[in-house]
């Protein structure tokens, strides 16, 4: 692979990327690519390790993948300065970025690039950060050198599925956290039951790939934006002192600060009753 990109992603602290053919992906918004006017090249996939000590604090009520600032900035950032390393050496070629909105199946991609292997929980585990990582990468129609790896599973273990909540709530507790407006009985119940304010985390933490991570500390991002100003134990009183600018800069608020509001009221009022200190 080109000297110039090992280096770039070694100075970014980012050792989990690779590139794939586009063609060796599975383009599920093709207009996505038609946009960019690509429809031939390579995939530079990245994933980007997030968790931190604050994610492994015992008393976190919110996902851990919100406890840093937002990550779309931190790709932003990312991308700006890779497309124009790129574009300095590939200066006829077309370059377009995705982190979440993406033209490709991500999850597929990376393990076809072999970064690490699809669980039963959906999510790409890889060997030192388990599910624990952002996915993004750089479409671009220049050819670079790649190989492709057999798509491999996970050992099917079941932790995940059987830990999973969704029967009891109806629905993924994740989605359940993000919906607006008012919740049934049942809905706010689960909130409660299961003491999250936002996300959810279950299928991640019971697998074994996660234990061995933590275990071994190899989960941890070595990454510094990830350490700044995080967040693992939210409460009422601390999110109605954060003015809207801090605010947008965490992940938890794209469904505004009614909904995670209303979560938290949820857990504290509960926790009031059963007369526990919740700060
Ligand atoms: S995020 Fe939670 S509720 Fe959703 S699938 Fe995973 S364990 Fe189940
Ligand atoms: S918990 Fe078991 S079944 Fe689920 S993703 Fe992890 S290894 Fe696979």
Redesign the pocket.
């Known amino acids: 692979m080109f000297a110039f990109l090992s280096d770039f992603f070694e100075k970014k602290l980012i050792d989990c990327w690779a590139p794939v053919p586009l063609s060796a992906c599975r383009v599920t918004k093709p207009y996505l690519l038609e946009r960019a006017n690509i429809s031939d090249g390579t995939v530079i996939i990245i994933a980007v390790p997030y968790f931190t000590k604050a994610c492994a604090d015992k008393q976190r009520n919110i996902s851990a993948y919100a406890v840093s600032k937002n990550y779309h900035d931190f790709f932003i950032n990312l991308f700006d300065e890779l497309i124009l390393l790129l574009q300095a050496n590939f200066p006829n070629q077309t370059f377009a970025s995705f982190a979440d909105h993406s033209p490709i199946a991500e999850i597929e991609a990376a393990a076809l690039a072999g970064l690490g292997v699809i669980g039963q929980?959906h999510l790409l585990l890889t060997p030192k950060y388990s599910s624990y990582i952002f996915l993004g990468e750089i479409i671009t129609d220049a050819i670079l050198p790649c190989d492709t790896q057999k798509i491999q599973g996970c050992e099917n273990c079941g932790a995940?599925q059987k830990?999973?909540?969704?029967e009891d709530?109806g629905t993924?507790?994740?989605?359940l956290t993000q919906k607006k407006g008012e919740l049934s009985e049942r809905e706010a119940a689960c909130i409660v039951k299961y003491g999250s304010a936002w996300?959810?985390?279950?299928?991640?933490e019971v697998c074994p790939h996660t234990k061995r991570a933590l275990k071994s500390g190899s989960i941890f991002t070595p990454i510094p934006y990830f350490y700044e100003d995080n967040i693992s134990h939210l409460t009422t009183l601390a999110l109605d002192a954060m003015s809207d600018e801090a605010f947008v800069t965490r992940a938890f608020s794209w469904r505004g600060r009614n909904t995670v509001r209303r979560n938290l009221l949820l857990l504290e009022n509960h926790f009031k009753e059963k007369g526990d200190e919740w700060c």
């Open positions: 929980n995940c830990s999973c909540p969704m709530c993924c507790l994740s989605a996300g959810c985390d279950i299928c991640q």
